[in-house]
C-alpha cells in the first residue's frame, strides 16, 4: 500500500530522503502543469518547477498540514511564477501561495536546520566547478544578483543565467536519484574550510603569510581580480597582502560557503583608523581547491550593492 503524503512528510521530517523524493515525484507533473498554466511553454517553466523543488527540500517543516503536501508544492510554484512574471515586466494574475511564512530564511539558514541538509549538499557538491559556483553564490550569500555573479567569475550575464538553468535541472534530478545514499557530512566540509581560510587570514598580522600561503596553495596557484588581473605562483598575492598590513588595513573572516572543490570566503576589510576610508568594506575570496585540497585558483572582488 502506498503511503499518503502526510506519511511521506513526516517520514521525510525524521531524515529519510527517499520519503521526499518520493512526495516530489508524486506531485511533479502537477507542479509541472501549474507552471504551464501560469507561464505557457517558456524556458522559465521547468526552471519554476525545479526551484520550488528545491525550496521544498528546505522548507519542509514550514508545511503546517502534512495532508496538504500537493497543494504547498503548488503554491510554491505559483509563487515562483508570480516572482518571474514580476521580473520580466508581463501582467498577469496570479494567486498568492498558501502556508508560507513571512520571513523566508536564506537557504543556508534552512539547511542547518534539517536533517536533510547533507542531501541537498551532496548534490550541490556533485556539480561541475562552474555549475557549483554559481549555485553557491546565488542560493547561499549575499553576492546573489546575476551582475555581482558574473563580475565575480568573470563571465557575461547571459553565462550566469545558463549555468544556474543547468544547475538547476541538474540538482533537480540529482537529488531524486541519490536519496537512498550515502552523503558526505557537509557540515565537517565547511568547517575545515573555514579553518583553513581562518588560519591562512590570521597569519597575516604575525608575518606568517608567505609560509601559511605556501604551506595551503598550490606553487602555480593563479590569482585573478574583478580588475582582470591575471598572475601565476604566489607572489603577486603575497605583494598585495604586504601593502594593505604596511597601509594598516586587516581582514575578517565574516563568513564561509563551501562547496567540494570552491568555496566563498566573505571578508570585512578594517582601514586603519588615521585613514578610515583607505579601502573597501569587504572583499569576497571565490577560492578553487584541487582534489589535495590545496588551493589552485582564488580570484579577489570587492562587491557592490546589489542594484
Known sequence: ??????????????????????LLDRHRAAMHATALALLGWTPDTEDVVQDAMLVALTRLDDLRDPDAAGAWLRALVRNGARMRVRTSGRVRSVEEPADLPSREPTPGEALDGQALRDWVWSSVTGLSEPLQTVVLLRYFTEFSSYDQIAALCGVPVGTVRSRLSEARRKLAGGLLATADGAHDDTAAVTARRRRDAQLLLDSAPLGEFASTFAEVSAPDVVLTSSQGLVAEGRDQLLRIMDSDLEAGVRQRLADVVAGSAV????????????????????????????????????RLFHPQPAA
Open 1 to 22: 500500500m502506498n503511503p499518503t503524503d502526510a506519511e511521506l512528510v513526516l517520514t521525510a521530517r525524521e531524515g529519510d530522503s527517499g520519503a521526499l523524493a518520493a
Open 263 to 298: 568555496a566563498v570566503w566573505e571578508c570585512a576589510l578594517i582601514s586603519p583608523p588615521w585613514d578610515p576610508d583607505h579601502c573597501p568594506p569587504g572583499v569576497v575570496w571565490l577560492v578553487h581547491v584541487d582534489r589535495d585540497e590545496r588551493i589552485r585558483r582564488i
